[in-house]
């Protein structure tokens, strides 16, 4: 229906009529432009079929290829608040319903792979009511081991992306968190460039981080604040991550998204800078660093895609657009898998397959350290086990006895 955050689409010759009725404009080979006609298109479908059955059957459907991926834990980082007109694109939901279908399919025993929630908060009002509200009347980390809710994320505020402005109420919202004792997760796109040689976002959300110190000293380390993404970060910002116990979650969507940052002031990759960052995280007292995805608007779900990337550098021409920052197949793999239970407060349940955690692993259809690097991207898996059950079988094993 749209690609990106508003388009463009494109439909068949029944949706075609149907949308055009509504004064949609559609191609006679079924395209629909990005922006106001897509929007428009967007918003009809989902008044007349996004009804609580269909949302449900979509939770499942999301599931059911994650089981052939091998996810088998998500973190839902919530959406932009929807408005219900045609200014919301697909990236666009009702942050305080939009989990209900989700809690339903596990109600009703059919969840697959574990979900984990966030609050995403995104206020311009300098004084962030609802994220006042959110941290009185909301609970962190509760729920049971398939679902539960988790910190306040990927947004806390509104004005960082890319450049902030003057006023942003980013730095009242960080210390609001830290004196709810809430963790604290936030993105970063920005890098400084010929056309934004201001602050970029991740050093202003480093303010933020540092006035939540000041405001409750240890709070950043105690409660495992993150930035993600973090495509153009430098070592003097991580070093000022590290000493107040800061941690990222990386991902690989420049593989979709990235070209070569040729207006980049002084960092000449397409990021993240995975060598740097995993380097770093490895000294004492290091930053944590887990992997993850973004929303599906944005980056495939798919992990292998980001672990091609991560390891080669290569985007999807096969351009090599993130030069020297690779990391092995081993280290992004423990990104991916062990380290992001760190990031979940779950460590000791999830991760990896040790007695004692939940049962949770894949059988994969190749051998992961083995094959060719273009290979890594066929990797699915053929039998995916979720607190011991068995939640997708390829029908390649024989699991009888
Ligand atoms: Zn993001």
Redesign the pocket.
Known sequence: MMISFTGPGSTNSAGRSILQAQGVTVADNGAIAGGAQCSRALLYLRQTLLTPEERRRSVLDAMQYAVTVGVTTHLD?GAFQATNTTADGAAHEDNYTMHIPFLEVYDQGKGLIRTRINFLHMESDPNTPELAQRLKNAFPFLGNDMVKTGGIG?FIAAGTNPAPPQNSPFLDAARRVARANWRAEV?S?GRRTTQNPNKPDFEFELDGFLAAEAERPGVVRAQRWVI??VPGVHQDWLDRLEKIGGNLSLTGWQYLAGGFPSTALDAPYAGPPFRMIVDTSRRPNGIHVGMSS??MQ?APMNPWLHMYFATTGLNTLGVLINPKQQITRQEVLSLYTRQNGWFLREEDDLGSIEEGKLGDLVVLNSDYFAVPDEDLKKIRSVLTVVGGNVVHDGGVLDLRG
């Open positions: 980082q990927e993105h796109l993600a993404h973004d929303g944005i």
